[in-house]
């Protein structure tokens, strides 16, 4: 489940009484339980006799036409819901008039500003998960309200205002609905305004399979051409943008500040036919979004017009745009990344920029794609047809599975950077860019050329092109890139960054081409200013001109018998001798190198190591130094060298049992561990280690587990103990029967034949300081590591909101320690504020969410679990999975500063890819998210102390708890905590806890040495 700009529209089951009756030109299923929104008609209407009514005068009609001719200006005709209507005659709406279909009985909400749709968030959830209302036949018999049948040569002319209603969400149409259906040989045509937030669909009794035939080519409907929806110069009309990898709310927030477009997956599924947008004629989509509190808001954005001093997606100055989404199945819309959606340019058109300002509960924030690449994505095919011209003066990106075709005569001007990803560009760091590369099956994004592409046209020099450059029509000398204008190679090289981490994803532009002194077909790099043409080779389309060619660096690894082995070799690259470096791969057995270029070769670990140019002459002395041209072929030969193994054996406790089944489990994502290896040959040179890599970090989705990091044999290594989340190691004896004595001041260690040369090493990260190194030894035989770790499991979503001191709400993702915030004092029995102490961000990976709802609508989502205050019982209590023994529970709220409550009534868990916090408030431990006073469990919802009704500590049962237990004193803590972080944190008062048996000492100091990570010093 997905919160901020995701997913909350309300599932409403709604059961219909049903009469089916036939009369004139109509057959209906009438609603009982419709109410006419109307003084001026009786709210007891004929079931047999009325299919619409004019809400200006009240009269009621049989026939749709009938009530439109007769309708004079500024009245609207209404549809009855609950109707299936079959016409088979052509319907004009006047000028001044309105014909709406209405989604549940009317055609306003007063929920929101838009007038055909509606945002359903009292249950803060889209209807089937997030999924169309008309998914399946089930949702079509629950949700479409009414069906416009126009049979065979039956059309709508609109003149006025057509009106199809929906209830709309992030993803699309999510609720109720009324649908036009359209048979062969009708159209809709409009001159004057469509709102359309329900669907216009092809009827499925004679459609043919149009995704098929688009895949073959034909992107002119001439395979249906008679059936269509034409926006004529001068009309608009209204729809929704469908997004499908809208993320919280903080990662809006975090997209949107790394000039990145937070979703990448849309498209405008309401029309579902072929639709003509003519020059003159305006589309307009509105985008939805919703926080965490159930705010909903609503952005109308400009698709396409030809005003340009409007922001607008595209311009055009003449000719159409034509669209076409293409279901896989007519008779539902689908979450499915197959179904396409055809952008065709016939005409002359360019490329504008989506704006738009998000201002919502806790996010201001402006989208302007202006500053970033435009995306596009696998569900976009888009073409330029002869004579089109389309101009590009701003940044665009083609994500994998998208396709872009120029035809043979159109012309695709390209003035700022284009980049079309490749699968192999889009490895990029573990950050949320890689959900752009989640829908696309692994397929390149697609460039063909048949036409022309021109580069800096608008003479600013700003075009750069990455890419693949295909062209697959037969035209001799007719499909052109004109380069001449490009005034280097460099520009032949884009890089765009993804996600809020800006991950870099670069595409180089090459080509298949025709090889004149050798006759062959090379695939090859672009050069520049140059220009190429089509040419048809060897049975194979290609391009005709000069190319860049390249040279070839070799790796060839020996092999050899050592039981185990290491080698190490980078390969850098750079267009000038002292310019910034970029690594090809670590890995690789070739790479080709452009001529021109300059490499570096870095080699580590090996044995011995050579380097020969083609004539076989040795260049060893250019290995680890600084980048040379690469003007010839090169082999590196490489001996890798003998390896000892360093084992890391990771365990709890002893009598402890923490993974899945007992409530503790280890799918809780709050973190992990691991050890990084570093090696030298030289034991005094700090400078000189290197990584050779680390164990398998403790993950939160397995039990323990072993991994192993081979180290040269003679070498010098040492260790780094690195702490993700709050997970910290304890230090317990190991393997007692080896008698090897070690520690991590000045580490030494000696074989011990008894145990076939494997010596243990048993490390304390205590002693070494949170990511601290120990002191080098000597790798010289294989050596095992055992560490223990304790781990913190509960965690908060991105996108919760935090009561600040003053009650304002904060996302949790915007909370430092400079932040005070609103805490609940058992100890004086009344909310006050206190200062964070403790503050982590866990990055977005897949994690177990556990999501509790209340009975005001509000809910709060955790991984893992959270604990809350039981009104009833006066405890803490933790909620981390859909177990119902907790549904119905009251908790401590918070409300205007004062104490109030909230009861549970449901529960839901599932797995998915989230970003995480946690914090620990002064004194209190304690904050309020979302209205909700919640804590940490592992440490700080142990119950020290009973609690009296007035919600406050029972101080004579306290003073009793302490009097039998006693309180720690600093000197107690002194050797893991500082004293303002032993003060602060309230540790004195947890030797009552440990007294009481609710945790062991050794369990807090594990989550201490977390807590110290990312808290107050």
């Not at 009756?21 to 006419?36: C, F, L, P, Q, R």
């Not at 470096?581 to 011995?608: E, H």
């Not at 002893?654 to 899945?660: D, L, N, P, R, V």
Request: aromatic residues 12%.
């Amino acid at each position: 489940m997905k919160k901020a700009l995701g997913k909350i529209f309300m599932f409403l089951g709604v059961f219909l009484s049903i009469l089916c009756v036939t009369i004139g030109e109509a057959s209906w299923v009438w609603d009982a339980e419709y109410t006419v929104n109307s003084a001026s008609v009786s709210n007891t209407i004929s079931t047999t006799t009325a299919l619409c009514y004019n809400s200006s005068t009240g009269t009621q009609y049989t026939s749709i036409s009938a009530a439109l001719n007769s309708a004079s200006a500024n009245s609207t005709v209404y549809v009855y819901t609950g109707q299936s209507i079959d016409c088979e005659t052509t319907l004009t709406i006047p000028s001044g008039v309105t014909l709406c279909l209405p989604f549940q009985g009317k055609a306003k909400s007063s929920d929101t500003t838009s007038p055909m749709y509606r945002l359903d968030s009292a249950d803060n959830r889209d209807a089937y998960g997030g999924k169309a209302g008309d998914q399946s036949s089930s949702n079509v018999n629950l949700y479409r309200r009414i069906l416009l049948n126009m049979r065979e040569g039956a059309d709508i002319v609109v003149n006025g205002t057509l009106q199809i209603g929906g209830v709309a969400s992030v993803s699309g149409n999510n609720g109720y609905y009324s649908e036009i259906n359209l048979g062969f040989g009708s159209s809709i045509t409009v001159n004057g305004t469509l709102d359309c937030f329900g669907y216009i669909k092809e009827s499925y009794d004679d459609y043919a399979n149009p995704f098929q035939e688009s895949n073959s080519g034909i992107i002119n409907n001439s395979f249906d051409q008679d059936r269509y929806l034409l926006l004529n110069s001068g009309s608009v009309m209204n729809t929704f943008i469908a997004t499908y990898d809208a993320g919280s709310q903080g990662r809006l927030g975090s997209l949107l500040t790394a000039n990145q477009v937070p979703f990448w997956t849309f498209d405008l599924p309401a029309s579902q036919t072929y639709t003509t947008i003519n020059c003159g004629a305006k589309l307009n989509a509105d985008i939805l979004m919703v926080g965490p509190s159930g705010t909903a808001m609503s952005k109308t954005v400009t698709m396409i017009t030809n005003n340009t001093s409007e922001e607008s997606m595209f311009y055009m100055s003449s000719g159409s745009i034509t669209m076409e989404y293409y279901p896989t199945d007519v008779r539902y819309t689908l979450r499915d990344y197959s179904a396409k959606t055809n952008i065709v340019f016939a005409g002359e058109a360019t490329l504008g920029y989506l704006y738009y300002s998000v201002s919502m509960s806790g996010i201001s924030a402006t989208l302007d794609t202006r500053n970033c690449f435009l995306p596009v994505s696998c569900k976009m095919n888009m073409y330029i047809q002869s004579g089109a011209v389309f101009t590009m003066p701003y940044r665009m990106k083609f994500l994998l599975g998208s396709y872009m075709e120029v035809l043979q005569g159109g012309t695709f001007n390209v003035n700022n950077e284009l980049i079309f990803h490749d699968a192999a560009g889009a490895v990029l760091s573990s950050d949320d860019a890689s959900v752009l590369y989640s829908y696309d099956g692994g397929e390149d994004a697609q460039f063909i050329m048949n036409g022309t592409l021109a580069l800096n046209t608008d003479g600013s020099g700003n075009a750069a092109l990455g890419a693949n450059i295909q062209h697959t029509t037969l035209v001799e000398g007719g499909a052109v890139l004109d380069f001449s204008l490009a005034p280097a190679s460099t520009q032949f090289t884009v890089t765009s960054d993804e996600g809020y981490a800006g991950s870099s994803c670069s595409v180089i532009t090459t080509g298949i081409m025709y090889n004149t002194p050798t006759n062959e077909i090379v695939n090859s790099n672009f050069t520049a200013p140059a220009t190429y043409t089509s040419i048809f080779y060897d049975s194979q389309y290609c391009w005709a001109g000069a190319f860049a060619t390249t040279h070839t660096l070799t790796v060839v690894v020996e092999d050899v018998s050592f039981a185990h082995s290491v080698y190490g070799y980078e390969i850098f690259q750079s267009s000038s001798e002292s310019g910034e470096t970029t690594s090809l791969g670590t890995s690789a057995s070739s790479f080709n190198i452009d001529i021109g270029m300059y490499i570096k070769i870095n080699v580590t670990r090996t044995r011995t190591y050579s380097l020969k140019d083609s004539s076989g002459t040795d260049v060893t002395s250019l290995v680890n130094g600084s980048l040379f041209l690469m003007d010839d072929d090169y082999t590196l030969t490489i001996t890798p060298a003998e390896a000892v193994s360093l084992s890391f054996y990771y365990d709890i406790k002893t009598g402890e049992t923490k993974w899945s089944g007992d409530g503790q489990g280890w799918n809780s994502g709050t973190g992990h561990f691991s050890w990084v290896v570093y090696e030298s040959w030289n034991k005094n040179d700090s400078s000189s280690y290197y990584s050779v890599g680390q164990s398998t970090g403790m993950g939160s989705t397995s039990k323990p587990s072993t991994s192993v990091v081979y180290v040269a044999f003679g070498a010098y290594f040492k260790l780094q103990y690195v702490l993700t989340g709050t997970s910290s190691l304890m230090n317990y004896a190991a393997n007692q029967d080896v008698k090897t004595e070690t520690n991590l001041d000045g580490l030494s260690v000696e074989n011990d034949s008894s145990y076939s040369f494997t010596n243990t090493v048993t490390c304390n990260p205590a002693d070494m300081g949170l990511n601290g190194y120990s002191d080098p030894f000597t790798a010289g035989a294989n050596y095992d590591l055992t560490a223990y770790w304790y781990y913190s499991q509960s965690c908060i979503l991105a996108g919760s909101m935090i009561s600040m001191a003053d009650g304002s709400p904060k996302a949790v993702e915007d909370i430092s320690l400079e932040d005070t915030v609103m805490s609940y004092s058992f100890f004086n029995g009344c909310y006050e504020e206190a200062s964070v102490i403790y503050i982590e961000r866990r990055e977005e990976v897949e994690r177990h969410v556990v999501t509790v709802f209340f009975d005001d609508g509000t809910y709060l989502e955790t991984s893992g679990g959270q604990s809350y205050f039981d009104l009833e019982t006066l405890e803490y209590f933790t909620i981390d999975s859909s177990d119902e023994e907790h549904i119905g529970k009251s908790v401590l709220a918070y409300e205007d500063g004062a104490v109030s409550s909230k009861t549970v009534t449901r529960i839901e868990e599932e797995t998915r890819a989230v970003e995480v916090y946690d914090i620990i408030t002064e004194n209190n431990w304690n904050f309020v998210a979302n209205g909700i006073l919640t804590v940490i469990p592992e440490v700080f919802n142990l119950n020290i102390f009973e609690v009296g009704e007035d919600l406050k500590y029972d101080e004579e049962l306290m003073e009793q708890d302490i009097a039998a237990y006693g309180l720690y004193t600093y000197d107690d803590f002194s050797a893991y905590v500082s004293y303002e972080q032993f003060t602060r944190y309230n540790v004195k008062y947890l030797k009552v806890a440990v007294g009481k048996g609710l945790i062991t000492e050794e369990e807090m100091l594990s989550y201490f040495l977390g807590y110290k990570h990312h808290g107050i010093e």
